[in-house]
């Protein structure tokens, strides 16, 4: 019960701080919030040598930071394809709002310059001008990498249906 209540009243006065580092390894929130929470649930199951460390926060921190490169390790491709290899050859196009997450995820994979082309012309409903002068290239520039891109989105999202509700 002890050894509880010092688990408890540790986290409780770290959690903000935990939250901070794990968003500045992630980016991103919900990713961050992820990573404490097995970062918790692993410092749980180790609170007594935790806790007998000459830093506890910088055991932490160790922790933290093995479990975001960890994570990093982990093929997302390989996690999401075991989920695709279920569904069998006969994939259903993907036209529904149900689909927005994968394409973010496609989205994701692509260069910053292409996810910024495609996120400019089709979210943001430039045109090829516009998205030049935003992004400090020519027309041309524009037109071969929102080319590229919808040839990479294509081929990470074969199923994907153009024009559909999610359309880049």
């Known amino acids: 019960m002890r050894d509880e209540r010092g688990y408890v009243e540790y ?5 903000s701080w ?4 794990a968003y500045r390894l992630c980016g991103q929130w919900s990713a961050a919030d992820d ?6 649930v ?23 930071v093995h479990a975001y490169l960890a994570e990093r390790e982990r093929s997302w491709t390989r996690r999401v394809r075991l989920v695709a290899d279920g569904l069998g050859s006969a994939a259903t ?20 310059g292409q996810r910024a082309v495609l996120v400019l012309r089709y979210w943001e409903d430039l045109d090829v001008a516009q998205t030049a002068a935003a992004l400090g290239c020519s027309t041309g520039t524009v037109k071969s990498q929102t080319a590229y891109a919808i ?3 294509r081929r990470l999202l074969p199923n994907y249906v153009p ?3 999610d359309a880049p």
Do not use: N, T
């Not at 990573?35 to 918790?40: A, F, S, T």
């Open 42 to 64: 692993a410092l749980y199951r180790h609170w007594r040598k935790a806790a007998a460390a000459d830093s506890l926060d910088a055991y932490v921190r160790a922790m933290l």
């Open 93 to 112: 196009p993907l036209a529904g709002a149900e689909h927005r997450v994968d394409l973010l995820a496609a989205l994701a994979r692509l260069s910053r």
């Open 151 to 153: 040839a990479a989105l």
């Open 11 to 15: 986290v409780q006065a770290r959690m």
């Open 18 to 21: 935990l939250r901070r580092l």
């Open 35 to 40: 990573l404490v929470q097995e970062c918790l």
């Open 163 to 165: 024009g559909g509700a």
